[in-house]
């Protein structure tokens, strides 16, 4: 499932590089805590790990850490049913339902998706709407329940007048959100009903109309990867390689990762490996090179599935080494 979360690495030396090898979390050690609890059914750890993170810090990566972990729905839907109050474990069960319904759905083309298999993904997906719904309701600051519902959006085809609400309703809350401009991008997209000119003119509005050094500045490599990704074999170089597409991406880099103000906070290494992926399809050795440096050998596993979809760190290195 392409909900475009960060992920790390372990590191190690060969040929005088770091060797680049995909793992579930991107350093935090919160998220490997609570990632093992989940798995354990430890809801005292999981609750105590999440309450330490405030909205106002982005606890995204740790919601998706408990969501997208086997077997948590069999243990926290209870706890939701015993406890009315439970606002925190409503959260953690909308989110598992979102990705446990992408499971069912997997992430075949929808020609190639069964009946049975789409009647459990919107099944799963209106589950999770519901308990998203009420947490919004009972925590109204509270940005995740709102970005978790642009995701149920997408996937229920809620269409685009309440996808943009969804979105709005996520950024008064946390105007640079990225998780939340990322899931907007994907929802102008052509492949989502949107158009290539829609998806540029926001994802530039977005990036530029934020304070220089924020992470938005990915948006714009994004949206070149996803045009990219939408062409037939030679048309898709011929149009990443265009003079007009490097140009935007060392724009964007400008005001984004190379500004002054930008600070390697939770996602940095997505960022770099976004504009890593851009520059190299762009034939910027200069801009690849540099990315590829500042990641030291992190890799996250997008942007570089939509190259290798079961092996990241194989598509990192195959383009690193051609820079």
Request: glycine share 8%.
């Amino acid at each position: 499932m392409a909900l475009l979360r960060q992920w790390g690495l372990t590191l190690g030396k060969w040929a005088g590089k770091p060797v680049a090898r995909v793992q579930e979390d991107s350093g935090d050690p919160d998220v490997r805590r609570v990632r093992a609890a989940a798995a354990a059914a430890d809801w005292t750890t999981v609750r105590e790990v999440l309450e330490a993170r405030p909205e106002s810090d982005d606890r995204t990566e740790l919601l998706w850490a408990v969501g997208d972990t086997a077997g948590v729905e069999r243990w926290i839907v209870p706890i939701v049913e015993a406890d009315q109050d439970a606002t925190l474990a409503r959260l953690v069960a909308g989110i598992r339902h979102i990705s446990w319904g992408w499971e069912a759905r997997t992430g075949a083309r929808a020609s190639a998706v069964s009946s049975k298999q789409f009647e459990v993904f919107h099944a799963r997906l209106h589950t999770a709407e519901q308990w998203l719904y009420e947490v919004a309701e009972r925590e109204p600051r509270w940005t995740s329940p709102w970005y978790g519902l642009q995701v149920t959006g997408r996937g229920l085809e809620v269409g685009q007048t309440a996808a943009r609400r969804r979105f709005e309703a996520t950024v008064r809350r946390d105007p640079l959100h990225l998780g939340a401009h990322q899931q907007r991008l994907q929802q102008v997209c052509e492949k989502w009903g949107g158009s290539h000119e829609e998806m540029h003119a926001f994802a530039r509005d977005a990036a530029f109309g934020a304070p220089a050094g924020t992470q938005l500045g990915q948006l714009v490599a994004i949206a070149h990867i996803e045009q990219w990704l939408s062409l037939d074999a030679g048309q898709d170089a011929a149009y990443m390689r265009g003079p007009q597409v490097a140009a935007s991406l060392r724009e964007a880099a400008e005001h984004s990762f190379r500004h002054p103000d930008f600070v390697r906070r939770a996602g940095w290494a997505q960022i770099l490996n976004t504009f890593a992926m851009a520059f190299s399809l762009a034939g910027d050795r200069e801009g690849a090179r540099e990315c590829f440096r500042a990641t030291d050998g992190r890799v996250t596993e997008f942007p570089w599935y939509y190259i290798n979809g079961s092996d990241a760190a194989a598509a990192y290195r195959k383009h690193r080494s051609s820079t």
